[in-house]
């Protein structure tokens, strides 16, 4: 069965405009962005040129120039009057947005209709170099992990297995042999994304302190941790700061963040104790040692997977539709999940199973009267039917 995302008929929508464009597809490993292209080349009655610079075994800064002149020579050689000409990967590629700003001035110039769309796994270099060198001609799609309607209608999974084995498509082929799925897991999409996205393209000193980070992150999906008691448990820890920024690192690569706290005063925001949250719930449950059938018959542990899973489906769906997700605490009160969109703001509590309605709603909405309340749980919204609603039809 293929899955049409909602991303392939707004990029189709745009192929179709008359201007010209620079578009921009980006999101985390094994979602599906070049499968997303390869829909795009089959169905619609356009002429394209595809080019990977994950095929390159050494790609040189001069490789974009190359590929953009044979695409030319494509197009003049057709009856078309444009051509789509999509980059994967182009984060490989050294000073790749100097490049690309070349080319297309050039096209520009000359009235060559070519239009771009470009695929990337890495948010931190993509989007530096579309702000520092392409301001004003592109636009950015967003294509995030799987939510739980997509990999249900793919799979015909149950909310629970959702849970637990995550947003993954490419890994429900294994689920049946869960050593094999966990194994996948770890090393095509962990240490693949960690080896490739992060420690290839960014200056990380310590390695293996990230990857400890990142998994002491993922156990601790949906809790918080002061940098201080992270110091604590990481060997080599080195500083707060240092721990910050392997956490960005972990963020712009869509594996792992570190929710902010509610604060009126935005710099006491920025300096809070990070809440935990894994992107792809499949991230924690394939380093621990349960499995499925086993998690479920812990209450706790089981509650503390889905709350986290409820975050989860926050934040992928915050980086596409542009709205934050933060926590609130105030000395034993808590409020699992704040959104805020502009000068809107709604509290959402968790109520898993592993822990009673807390009061801290009521202090929250006494001190900042939220627009909106939600308690997703047995008394409120079923977990189950939450994971099927966009959060931004929330505001």
Same mark, same amino acid.
């Given at each position: 069965?293929?899955?049409?995302?909602?991303?392939?008929?707004?990029?189709?929508?745009?192929?179709?405009?008359?201007?010209?464009?620079?578009?921009?597809?980006?999101?985390?490993?094994?979602?599906?962005?070049?499968?997303?292209?390869?829909?795009?080349?089959?169905?619609?009655?356009?002429?394209?040129?595809?080019?990977?610079?994950?095929?390159?075994?050494?790609?040189?800064?001069?490789?974009?120039?190359?590929?953009?002149?044979?695409?030319?020579?494509?197009?003049?050689?057709?009856?078309?009057?444009?051509?789509?000409?999509?980059?994967?990967?182009?984060?490989?590629?050294?000073?790749?947005?100097?490049?690309?700003?070349?080319?297309?001035?050039?096209?520009?110039?000359?009235?060559?209709?070519?239009?771009?769309?470009?695929?990337?796994?890495?948010?931190?270099?993509?989007?530096?170099?579309?702000?520092?060198?392409?301001?004003?001609?592109?636009?950015?799609?967003?294509?995030?992990?799987?939510?739980?309607?997509?990999?249900?209608?793919?799979?015909?999974?149950?909310?629970?297995?959702?849970?637990?084995?995550?947003?993954?498509?490419?890994?429900?082929?294994?689920?049946?042999?869960?050593?094999?799925?966990?194994?996948?897991?770890?090393?095509?999409?962990?240490?693949?994304?960690?080896?490739?996205?992060?420690?290839?393209?960014?200056?990380?000193?310590?390695?293996?302190?990230?990857?400890?980070?990142?998994?002491?992150?993922?156990?601790?999906?949906?809790?918080?941790?002061?940098?201080?008691?992270?110091?604590?448990?990481?060997?080599?820890?080195?500083?707060?700061?240092?721990?910050?920024?392997?956490?960005?690192?972990?963020?712009?690569?869509?594996?792992?963040?570190?929710?902010?706290?509610?604060?009126?005063?935005?710099?006491?925001?920025?300096?809070?104790?990070?809440?935990?949250?894994?992107?792809?719930?499949?991230?924690?449950?394939?380093?621990?040692?349960?499995?499925?059938?086993?998690?479920?018959?812990?209450?706790?542990?089981?509650?503390?997977?889905?709350?986290?899973?409820?975050?989860?489906?926050?934040?992928?769906?915050?980086?596409?539709?542009?709205? *934050?997700?933060?926590?609130?605490?105030?000395?034993?009160?808590?409020? %699992?999940? =704040? $959104?805020?969109? #502009? !000068?809107?703001? @709604?509290?959402?509590?968790?109520?898993?199973?592993?822990?009673?309605?807390? *009061?801290?709603?009521?202090?929250?909405?006494?001190?900042?009267?939220? %627009?909106? =309340? $939600?308690?997703? #749980? !047995?008394?409120? @919204?079923?977990?189950?039917?939450?994971?099927?609603?966009?959060?931004?039809?929330?505001?």
């Amino acid at each position: 069965m293929e899955i049409i995302r909602k991303e392939y008929r707004l990029l189709a929508k745009r192929l179709k405009e008359k201007r010209l464009f620079i578009q921009a597809l980006i999101g985390p490993r094994q979602v599906g962005k070049t499968t997303l292209v390869n829909q795009l080349m089959k169905r619609e009655p356009l002429l394209f040129f595809y080019a990977s610079a994950d095929e390159q075994i050494a790609v040189q800064k001069t490789w974009i120039s190359q590929i953009w002149d044979s695409a030319r020579i494509k197009l003049k050689n057709s009856r078309k009057k444009q051509l789509i000409l999509i980059i994967d990967e182009i984060q490989k590629v050294p000073d790749w947005s100097t490049s690309v700003k070349k080319e297309w001035d050039e096209d520009t110039r000359w009235g060559v209709n070519i239009k771009v769309i470009l695929l990337g796994s890495s948010s931190l270099l993509i989007n530096k170099g579309l702000s520092e060198s392409l301001a004003g001609r592109f636009e950015v799609i967003h294509l995030k992990h799987w939510s739980y309607p997509e990999i249900r209608s793919a799979f015909d999974v149950s909310p629970e297995q959702f849970v637990w084995f995550g947003g993954y498509p490419g890994s429900y082929n294994l689920i049946k042999n869960e050593k094999r799925w966990k194994e996948y897991v770890r090393s095509s999409l962990i240490e693949t994304t960690v080896a490739k996205d992060i420690l290839h393209l960014s200056r990380v000193d310590k390695p293996a302190l990230l990857r400890n980070l990142f998994e002491l992150g993922s156990s601790y999906s949906g809790q918080i941790l002061s940098y201080t008691k992270m110091l604590g448990q990481l060997q080599d820890a080195g500083n707060t700061v240092t721990l910050a920024h392997y956490l960005k690192l972990l963020d712009e690569a869509w594996l792992l963040t570190g929710l902010e706290k509610f604060t009126s005063q935005h710099f006491r925001q920025r300096a809070s104790s990070p809440k935990f949250q894994v992107y792809n719930t499949a991230l924690q449950s394939a380093i621990r040692n349960e499995y499925f059938n086993e998690i479920r018959l812990k209450p706790d542990e089981w509650g503390r997977l889905v709350e986290s899973a409820i975050g989860a489906h926050l934040i992928n769906h915050s980086r596409a539709s542009g709205f *934050k997700v933060l926590y609130w605490r105030k000395v034993n009160l808590e409020v %699992d999940f =704040i $959104l805020r969109r #502009g !000068s809107k703001s @709604i509290a959402i509590e968790v109520e898993s199973g592993r822990k009673v309605i807390k *009061k801290g709603i009521e202090h929250f909405q006494k001190e900042f009267k939220p %627009d909106k =309340i $939600l308690l997703v #749980g !047995s008394t409120g @919204i079923p977990w189950q039917e939450f994971l099927e609603i966009n959060p931004v039809e929330l505001f």
